[in-house]
């Protein structure tokens, strides 16, 4: 089912983060880099609005959706009364806050920024809803249309000159319309009703601490844009932004594609056989994670030079190559965290040492930046956090693992370690007979692919040699 659900998933938004590789490579070069810094640096701070205000209700509506699976109505009611009770005085703050700003430039931007913050928040929210329906087909029509208008809208918008708000206002349309399209059915017949005080207390207890850890990781993959900005200037936010989202972002699509299939059946598991059963759930799941997360790092970096010449504008081309290798394992590092040492705070009910973990990063990724950024520039800021996913990884796994019975980690460490090596060795083999940067890129690909996956066979991974055998068998 694993095996099945990621497939799904993968198609659901594995062929946005597609459409998402062409808008970096339409905005780098339809943008000037100052000009694509300053929508970077809008788009963290909606990221971090959005996960200090909203994310807790994706969580608890992602964890207990299952559970309220038999009052359906009044379970959503409760899930939207608290959404509007923070989306409506988050508006006027936000329109406040816009208005008294000095810089008329980004009067406007904050202005979009509001607006995109409610519509990525609502968005999100029906994205959770079908993920805890285990509904891929509906997770992909909503993503697949939301990254074809944005890159569509948007990259008309700066075509015409519309500078930074172009893929902005591209991402409004692209939200809304998503959900025009396919999203609002499934709030027919709901009406906004706050939850009791019991089951408020319960979920907030759940959510909060969640919160707080979402906020403190954003401050490690997101602030360095905010201190780039203050150290150095608007250009250099755009540089690094296009190279640490190519590299960053591409990994993490992967690792969450799985984890999206992955962590529905893992509270299923725990709801209907208890922690046994989850245990081995997350011993699938997890072999699934490490191997994407180093072997997809291995073979990315293999590809880099190919990669960033096809994907990013000429002016942003050599800062991102730079910083890539140091950013893509930061990714791997941030997933395997993310999406299995994590879990067992999850799972375990146990939230609030996240908090602890996600404090260490943050705490570690400032100071490191601070220092290394006047001295090193962006690949400083790429250092840094670097260092702050692994000291945060190491920590979360200690803490977890006296939190709930998790699986052992050598077999999933030595299996992950033994593919990278093979797939992103062939890669970086196969790559190298070329000249032309699209033959080496397809040759790579799919000399590392097949590799990885015979390998993945061979070892086993995730059950999948024994799934087989067993469908096919003889």
């Known amino acids: ?26 905005f780098t070069r339809l943008l000037a880099p100052e000009e694509f810094g300053r929508y970077a640096l809008v788009v963290v701070g909606v990221g971090l609005a959005n996960v200090i205000l909203f994310q807790w209700l994706r969580l608890v509506l992602a964890r207990f959706y299952q559970a309220n699976r038999h009052c359906r109505e009044q379970y959503l009611g409760g899930v939207l009364a608290l959404f509007l009770s923070v989306a409506v005085p988050v508006t006027g ?14 009067q406007y931007l904050l202005l979009l920024s509001v607006i995109l913050l409610l519509a990525q928040a609502w968005f999100e929210l029906n994205l959770s809803l079908a993920q805890a329906g285990v509904q891929p087909i509906l997770y992909g029509k909503l993503s697949g249309t939301k990254a074809a208008l944005s890159i569509v809208v948007g990259g008309s918008l700066a075509a015409l000159g519309w500078g930074a708000s172009a893929p902005i206002v591209g991402l409004i349309v692209a939200h809304a319309l998503s959900f025009i399209a396919f999203g609002w059915f499934a709030w027919r017949g709901v009406k906004p009703s706050l939850p009791g005080n019991d089951v408020l207390k319960s979920q907030l207890g759940y959510g909060l601490p969640l919160t707080v850890t979402f906020a403190l990781s954003w401050v490690v993959s997101g602030s360095d844009r905010l201190l780039i900005a203050w150290l150095m200037d608007e250009r250099s936010v755009g540089v690094y932004a296009a190279g640490y989202d190519l590299a960053f972002q591409t990994l993490m699509l992967v690792l969450t594609i799985i984890n999206t299939a992955a962590f529905p059946l893992a509270v299923k598991a725990l709801e209907r056989g208890g922690a046994p059963a989850a245990r081995r759930q997350l011993g699938e799941n997890g072999q699934l994670i490490f191997v994407a997360a180093i072997a997809g790092g291995s073979g990315f970096v293999a590809l880099a030079p190919q990669v960033v010449e096809i994907v990013i504008g000429a ?58 950024i006047p001295s090193f520039g962006i690949l400083g800021a790429a250092w840094a956090t670097l260092a702050a996913f692994v000291i945060s990884a190491l920590l979360s796994a200690v803490l977890g693992s006296r939190v709930f019975d998790m699986p052992p980690l050598g077999p999933m460490i030595g299996r992950a370690l033994m593919i990278g090596g093979l797939s992103g060795g062939v890669a970086w083999l196969a790559a190298g007979q070329f000249t ?24 086993n991974v995730a059950g999948v040699r024994a799934r087989l055998q067993h469908r096919f068998p003889g």
């Open 315 to 372: 002016e942003f081309r050599s800062s991102a190559l730079a910083i890539f290798p140091w950013v893509v394992f930061a990714g791997a590092i941030a997933g395997i965290k993310a999406f299995h040492f994590d879990l067992a705070f999850q799972l375990g009910v146990a939230s609030r040492w996240l908090v602890l973990t996600g404090a260490v990063a943050a705490l570690s990724n400032l100071v490191l930046n601070i220092l290394l």
């Open 1 to 26: 089912m694993l095996l099945r659900h990621t497939l799904y998933y993968f198609t659901a938004r594995g062929l946005p983060g597609l459409v998402n590789f062409a808008a970096l490579a339409v």
């Open 436 to 459: 032309s940067v699209w033959s080496g890129l397809v040759s790579g690909l799919l000399a590392g692919t097949v590799v990885g996956l015979v390998a993945c066979w061979l070892m």
């Open 93 to 106: 703050a936000g329109l406040l806050l816009a208005m008294v700003w000095p810089d008329p430039l980004w």
